[in-house]
């Protein structure tokens, strides 16, 4: 009985390392980890500038006041990451409604998020918990195009 308990101990105790030792701490909250306010505004900045060079969703921008994107983007992602701010923009389904968008351009997107976030340095782990929280946009946001364009192929 001992030897199970002893070895049953270290099977705990090696557990626990590992885990510690894959999971990064985290002092505060993603709004934190991301360099709040300028941190994200790096971040977007960087991945609207990104977006504006693409040749594949550069052409959806046409009609957007990007200063005002950028904004709402840096607030958008400041309230899902925990910060102090106030979102006052539209919802995801609304503001997409008319832009015709497909999958294509949701994670062509998303790429220039991730190389904005790269450029920046954000750990890998942090920009995964930043992805989780904007995923279930997707639906909305390609959603709308069916909505807005009935039969319209995804």
Same mark, same amino acid.
């Given at each position: ?30 709004? %934190? ?6 941190? /994200?505004?790096? &971040? ?14 550069? %052409?959806? $921008?046409?009609?957007?006041? &990007?200063?005002?994107?950028r904004g709402? /983007?840096? *607030?958008? $992602?400041?309230?899902?990451?925990g910060?102090p701010?106030?979102y006052p923009?539209?919802?995801m389904?609304a503001?997409h409604?008319? *832009? ?5 351009? $949701?994670?062509a997107m ?7 976030? %790269?450029a920046?340095?954000v ?6 918990? @930043? @992805?989780a /929280? ?5 639906r %909305? ?13 995804p």
């Open positions: 009985m001992p030897a199970f308990s002893l070895a049953s101990r270290t099977v705990a105790v090696l557990v626990l390392a590992a885990t510690l030792l894959a999971a990064p701490a985290r002092a505060g909250t993603l709004y %934190d980890e991301l360099g709040q306010r300028a941190g /994200l505004t790096r &971040i977007v900045d960087g991945m609207v500038h990104r977006a504006l060079l693409d040749p594949r969703i550069k %052409d959806t $921008f046409d009609d957007a006041n &990007i200063e005002r994107l709402l /983007l840096m *607030l958008q $992602f400041c309230v899902l990451t910060g701010c106030r923009g539209r919802g389904k503001a409604a008319d *832009l015709n968008l497909a999958p294509r351009h $949701f994670n998303v790429e220039t998020l991730q190389d904005a976030m %790269d920046e340095g750990p890998f782990w942090t920009q995964n918990r @930043l @992805l /929280l904007l995923a279930p946009m997707h %909305d946001i390609v959603a709308a195009r069916s909505a807005a364009k009935p039969g319209a192929a």
